[in-house]
Structures are given as C-alpha cells and as structure tokens.
C-alpha cells in the first residue's frame, strides 16, 4: 500500500509521518525512514518544531540499499519525497502495483517556490492509494498557504532550507510579494 502526504512547507508533512511510523511501531510492526543524502540538515529526519526520529540515510537512486531495507522492515516511509529519483519512483510503482503487503509512505512537497510540480510527487500521487494534502497557514494573511515562497534568489528547482529560505503563503500573497520584488528591481 502507497500513502503520500504532501502539501507546502511547514503544512505538518513531516509530523504527520512520523505520527504514522510511530503508530506502526506500536502495532510491532518493522518499521524504518528513509531520507535523501540531499537533504544534510541532519542525520534524522526532524520536524520544524523538533521532532526527531531515526532515520537512513540514502542516495536519491540507491535502489539495492532501499530494496535491502524493504526487505527487512513491513513500512516504510520517505521524508523528502520530491528529493528521491526516477528509479526509486519505479521501483515504489513496481511493489504497489503487485500488491505488496508492504507499507509505504511518502512525504514530500507536491510543489516548489514557483508552483511545478516537484520530482516524482505528482506521479506517485497518480498511483498511490491514499493522499494527505496538508497545507500551512499562510504568514501574511492567515488563510491556508498553498505555496512555499522563497525568500532568496534561486539558481536551480531545489534549494534545501528551513524558515532562512522559504515561507508559506497563499497565492494571493505570492503574487503581491512577487509584484513587490519587480517594483524593487
């Protein structure tokens, strides 16, 4: 079975996963979080407001690692989703379209700071079986944030960063501040 919970920066992705690996770990169920090696903030997997939990850390195709550890535990989440390639994206296709009794849940933005989609997220939320879209609130006008604006200049899709380089805010508020930086320019 395939969950993605995604959503915008700091909507609760990540607490919203580990509450789920934590439920399953109750249940004595094996349990164990990959994250990508894109992603070097730290060596677990923690939340915006501290949470941590255990965490392995994987290329973003490292297909025999992520084939060993599935193996071996019954679920298996993913933090940082949109990070992971194409070849993790087949291989997650492959186990849900068999019918595997193995968990997977991923969690990863479905967009990036300039409202694409992000990686493989769009696929698997094509073929997953169910989907969380969590959405933050925004930090201007304080109606649910559809977008995690970035607050410095972008050179590429992905630039990791926490509340030094982004913040949630709905569309509305995107486009003034956007209309804002043209004006400054």
């Not at 019954?74 to 186990?95: N, T």
């Not at 992905?158 to 930086?181: I, M, P, S, T």
């Given at each position: 079975?395939?969950?993605?919970?995604?959503?915008?920066m700091?909507?609760?992705?990540?607490?919203?996963?580990?509450?789920?690996?934590e439920?399953?770990?109750?249940?004595?169920?094996?349990?164990?979080?990959?994250?990508p090696?894109?992603?070097?903030?730290?060596t677990?997997?923690?939340?915006?407001?501290?949470?941590?939990?255990d965490?392995?850390?994987v290329?973003?195709?490292?297909?025999?690692?992520?084939?060993?550890?599935?193996?071996?535990?019954?679920?298996?989440g993913?933090d940082?989703?949109?990070?992971?390639?194409?070849?993790?994206?087949?291989?997650?296709?492959?186990y849900?379209?068999?019918?595997?009794?193995?968990?997977?849940?991923?969690?990863?933005?479905?967009?990036?700071?300039?409202g694409?989609p992000?990686?493989?997220?769009?696929?698997?939320?094509?073929?997953?079986?169910?989907?969380?879209?969590?959405?933050a609130?925004?930090?201007?006008?304080?109606?649910?944030?559809?977008?995690?604006?970035?607050?410095?200049?972008?050179?590429?899709?992905?630039?990791?960063?926490g509340?030094?380089k982004?913040?949630?805010?709905?569309?509305?508020?995107?486009?003034a501040?956007?209309?804002?930086?043209?004006?400054?320019s």
């Amino acid at each position: 079975m395939l969950e993605v919970i995604t959503g915008g920066m700091f909507a609760g992705k990540t607490d919203e996963l580990i509450r789920r690996l934590e439920r399953h770990s109750i249940a004595k169920r094996r349990v164990a979080l990959v994250k990508p090696d894109l992603d070097t903030r730290t060596t677990k997997v923690r939340t915006h407001n501290g949470k941590e939990f255990d965490s392995i850390t994987v290329g973003r195709n490292d297909t025999p690692t992520i084939e060993t550890i599935i193996k071996e535990h019954e679920v298996i989440g993913f933090d940082e989703g949109e990070f992971f390639g194409e070849d993790i994206y087949q291989l997650l296709k492959a186990y849900e379209q068999t019918g595997t009794d193995k968990i997977f849940i991923v969690a990863g933005l479905d967009m990036d700071s300039e409202g694409e989609p992000f990686g493989f997220m769009p696929q698997l939320m094509a073929i997953a079986s169910s989907i969380t879209k969590l959405h933050a609130v925004c930090e201007n006008c304080f109606i649910p944030a559809n977008i995690s604006y970035s607050l410095v200049e972008k050179k590429a899709q992905v630039l990791v960063g926490g509340k030094d380089k982004y913040k949630a805010l709905c569309w509305k508020c995107a486009a003034a501040e956007n209309k804002k930086k043209a004006q400054n320019s």
